[in-house]
Every structure is written in structure tokens, then in C-alpha cells.
């Protein structure tokens, strides 16, 4: 049985992830594909218990270190329980998220190193990489609206705008370092037109 695909979305608050997710779900699915979409923190029963934990409460209610600890105990359940089993009957997996955001999250933002969280990453989810990860763009303004409209931001996406300002240049500078895996997509653009862009990168795998 030929391994599925494990295809990522990337980005700041209000990019239009979750957007994009269901309408790559309905798309390839449309065209023959089984899809499993997902989402960081969560996934899994375990996954989604630890996403309480790191969603809610005040934007100081763990430092980096914790948060980054907290996330690769999540994702490690959701690697083993969902991801990978989706994977190896050949599923295609969506996931709303990934190592990526640790990385520019606690990472360009919290500021802990990038060989710490991949340390982490290796151990609870065996270094497990997308084949393809998709950075979601959006000018500051169409995002503050789009997170005024889905009703504002959880935890996370609350925290100080310098930090928000960093975690976005330590996404753009990983998807310049591995252009391989890497695509950016404007999403200031059209739904459907992202949508469309998403696909035509996808399009050398599908049926």
C-alpha cells in the first residue's frame, strides 16, 4: 500500500487555516482521495486534553519552555495515535499546524533554540516532517479583522504584538531555508483562489 501524503498549514492568527483546511478536505475527497483533517494542539483524545491547557488561561500562564514541552507531549500522542496510522493505509492527513508553529512560536517568539525543539520533536514524534507545508499571508490588517469576525484570538494568539512580529519572520525565513518543502501562498487573496493555488501545488501526487 503506497504511503499517504502529510500536507501542512502554517501561519499567524486570522490566515484563514482552518478556511483552507475544509476546503482542501472537500476538494481532494471530491477527487477520489481519504483525508484526515487535523489541527495542533489536538487531534487526538490526549492531544486535545493537553490543548485545554495551553489555549486557555492568560497569556502569561506558562513561559516557553513549558509551552514547548506541553505541545510535543501533544503532538506526540497525535503522531501515534491518528497521523502516522492515517499515513501508512494511505490516507492523505490536513493538519491545521504542526512542529513548524513550535518552532516560530516558541521558538522566534519565546525565543528557545530551534536544536531544543527539534530535540523534542525527535524523541516524542520520531522527527516526523509534512511532505509539503503551506505558509498562510496576510496583511496585519486583514488579519485583526478576521480575528474580530471568528470572535478574537485564544490564548496564543493573544500574546504582545512584538512577539506576533517575530514568530511571523521565523515563519518566512524556515520556508526560505527548505524551499523544497516549503510553498507561500498570499491568502489576502479570494478563498477559492487560495484554495485553487494550494491545489496546483498539490496536483503532482493526485490521481
Not at 495551553?54 to 506526540?76: Q, V, Y
Not at 495515535?81 to 513550535?102: E, H, K, M, N, Y
Not at 488579519?143 to 504584538?161: L, T, Y
Request: net charge negative; with cysteine; hydrophobic share 45%.
Amino acid at each position: 500500500m503506497t504511503r499517504g501524503r502529510f500536507i501542512t498549514l502554517e501561519g499567524g492568527e486570522g490566515v484563514g487555516k482552518s478556511t483552507q483546511i475544509r476546503a482542501l478536505s472537500a476538494a481532494l475527497s471530491a477527487q477520489g482521495v481519504e483525508v484526515v483533517a487535523t489541527r495542533e494542539p489536538g487531534g487526538s483524545d490526549g492531544a486535545e486534553a493537553i490543548r485545554a491547557l495551553l489555549m486557555e488561561g492568560s497569556d502569561d500562564r506558562w513561559d516557553a519552555r513549558s509551552e514547548a514541552l506541553l505541545f510535543a507531549a501533544a503532538r506526540a500522542d497525535h503522531v501515534a495515535r491518528l497521523i502516522r496510522p492515517a499515513l501508512t493505509r494511505g490516507a492523505w492527513v490536513l493538519c491545521d499546524r504542526f512542529v513548524d508553529s513550535s518552532r516560530a512560536y516558541q521558538g522566534g517568539g519565546g525565543g528557545v533554540t530551534d536544536a531544543d525543539l527539534l530535540m523534542l520533536h525527535g524523541f516524542g514524534s520520531e522527527g516526523l516532517l509534512p511532505d509539503r507545508t503551506f505558509l498562510l499571508t496576510v496583511s496585519p490588517e486583514e488579519a485583526a479583522r478576521r480575528v474580530i469576525e471568528r470572535g478574537g484570538n485564544d490564548r496564543m494568539g493573544s500574546k504582545p504584538a512584538d512577539y506576533q512580529a517575530r514568530l511571523a519572520a521565523r515563519f518566512v525565513e524556515m520556508a526560505g531555508a527548505e524551499p523544497e518543502r516549503w510553498r507561500i501562498v498570499d491568502a489576502d487573496a479570494p478563498a477559492d483562489r487560495v484554495t485553487a493555488t494550494i491545489l496546483s501545488a498539490l496536483a503532482e501526487w493526485l490521481p
